[in-house]
């Protein structure tokens, strides 16, 4: 099954009290969804159009990237 991972590169973000990194910033076409270390669940859907959303309310804390059927992507 393939994978991919997250390796932050120069300069590194910055870290809390407890030394851990705040956490990432999403953008889609140039512009922040949420903020910095609001997401704990990235959720890659298909759907007609590329686009990305913050959830709301209970789930504030979900990113959802839906991408185009047809775009070369493989979903199992």
Known sequence: MPGFSFTPGPPAPEETEGGFPIGL???????DVGTAGQFDVIDIVQGDTLNVSAGTGETSNVLTIMIPWGSGVSFP
């Open 25 to 31: 910033q999403w953008r889609f076409q140039g512009e």
